[in-house]
């Protein structure tokens, strides 16, 4: 997450947003980890380079167990998958702004880049978004996304969807704090509920969450 630069020149923003909560809510990166078929740890990172995506080109920095990947840096259509053949990522002919990631049956998401449209800024605020198509929770799946998407009845606190409802910390417990990592792809801040959620089929592969 990252809020307005200081060397950003804020030049509009609407005139009924008063709150400065309304800054500071873009993502610039995502990190997915996962164990395979021998328990071992991947780590796949999507950061945004607001920079190329301004221009119009291949706007994404993805690593995979920190190296990256270079099939991206290719124009046109992708299709990569890791050595271990459970993680993939698509990008579609004519969609260089769009990357679909899924591990095995546990995840797919389309991860595509934004930039904020009320918030006028030099430069422009580009960002990243994303959409879920399906993910597999544990029952007590912990945090704001996981929570959306956990099986049974969903938590009435999920109901309060709206800029209001955001103020609420009931989402998260503690303070941002708790949530610092060294890394986007560690689980090592503070306040941790990582469990496993593994395929149906098999043990393995497992999605922390």
């Given at each position: 997450?990252?809020?307005?630069?200081?060397?950003?020149?804020?030049?509009?923003?609407?005139?009924?947003?008063?709150?400065?909560?309304?800054?500071?809510?873009?993502?610039?990166?995502?990190?997915?980890?996962?164990?395979?078929?021998?328990?071992?740890?991947?780590?796949?990172?999507?950061?945004?380079?607001?920079?190329?995506?301004?221009?119009?080109?291949?706007?994404?920095?993805?690593?995979?167990?920190?190296?990256?990947?270079?099939?991206?840096?290719?124009?046109?259509?992708?299709?990569?998958?890791?050595?271990?053949?459970?993680?993939?990522?698509?990008?579609?002919?004519?969609?260089?702004?769009?990357?679909?990631?899924?591990?095995?049956?546990?995840?797919?998401?389309?991860?595509?880049?934004?930039?904020?449209?009320?918030?006028?800024?030099?430069?422009?605020?580009?960002?990243?978004?994303?959409?879920?198509?399906?993910i597999?929770?544990?029952?007590?799946?912990?945090?704001?996304?996981?929570?959306?998407?956990?099986?049974?009845?969903?938590?009435?606190r999920?109901?309060?969807?709206?800029?209001?409802?955001?103020?609420?910390?009931?989402?998260?417990?503690?303070?941002?704090d708790?949530?610092?990592?060294?890394?986007?792809?560690?689980?090592?801040?503070?306040?941790?509920?990582?469990?496993?959620?593994?395929?149906?089929?098999?043990?393995?592969?497992?999605?922390?969450?």
């Amino acid at each position: 997450m990252f809020s307005l630069s200081p060397e950003a020149v804020l030049l509009q923003r609407p005139m009924e947003e008063v709150d400065p909560f309304f800054e500071g809510t873009w993502m610039k990166g995502f990190g997915i980890m996962y164990l395979d078929q021998k328990e071992e740890p991947h780590r796949l990172s999507i950061l945004l380079d607001p920079a190329a995506d301004r221009l119009g080109e291949q706007p994404f920095n993805t690593t995979f167990d920190d190296v990256p990947v270079a099939a991206l840096d290719t124009p046109g259509p992708v299709v990569w998958k890791s050595p271990d053949g459970l993680a993939s990522i698509v990008r579609e002919a004519g969609r260089i702004k769009s990357l679909v990631i899924s591990i095995s049956n546990l995840l797919e998401m389309e991860v595509v880049t934004d930039s904020e449209k009320e918030l006028i800024a030099d430069p422009p605020i580009h960002f990243l978004n994303f959409n879920v198509r399906n993910i597999s929770t544990t029952p007590k799946v912990h945090g704001f996304l996981g929570q959306m998407f956990a099986p049974g009845a969903i938590s009435k606190r999920l109901d309060m969807g709206t800029l209001e409802g955001l103020r609420h910390r009931e989402y998260v417990e503690g303070t941002d704090d708790d949530y610092a990592t060294s890394s986007l792809t560690e689980a090592d801040c503070a306040f941790s509920r990582f469990g496993k959620v593994c395929h149906l089929a098999c043990s393995f592969p497992c999605l922390l969450l």
